[in-house]
């Protein structure tokens, strides 16, 4: 099992950019893949993105994949996620969970929630128009 925390959240204009930092405690990341996830009020959490352990396979939403980017800093135990030309529709709780994968499963990442075991408590993101 392992600790993460978001960070990075808050009120943009639509347009700007934000970055969101998933920062893992007590193990080595590296053996992690992690997903990020959106929850907007009323709704039901969505995935937005996935980074395989290796850090060589990434998979989006449709709506955000030629908007957002996550990546990994295995030496720093993070995993960010790059938010460019924000939507209003972009405003949510952003949540970071992570699952231990084996070396064998180095390419593996999940778009479900129920595929993770660890989750973070979550950044809000709040886009104005």
């Known amino acids: 099992q392992v600790h993460v925390q978001e960070s990075g959240g808050g009120l943009v204009q639509a347009g700007a950019s934000l970055r969101l930092s998933c920062t893992a405690s007590g193990v080595s990341f590296n053996t992690y893949a992690v997903g990020w996830f959106r929850q907007a009020p009323g709704k039901e959490r969505e995935f937005v993105g996935a980074?395989?352990?290796?850090?060589?396979?990434?998979f989006y939403l449709d709506s955000v994949k030629d908007r957002f980017t996550v990546s990994r800093d295995n030496a720093e135990n993070t995993v960010d996620l790059q938010m460019n030309k924000l939507k209003p529709e972009d405003s949510a709780v952003y949540y970071c969970a992570a699952k231990g994968v084996p070396p064998s499963g180095s390419s593996w990442y999940g778009s479900s929630p129920e595929w993770y075991y660890d989750w973070g408590q979550g950044t809000p993101v709040t886009v104005s128009s």
């Open positions: 980074i395989s352990r290796d850090g060589d396979h990434t």
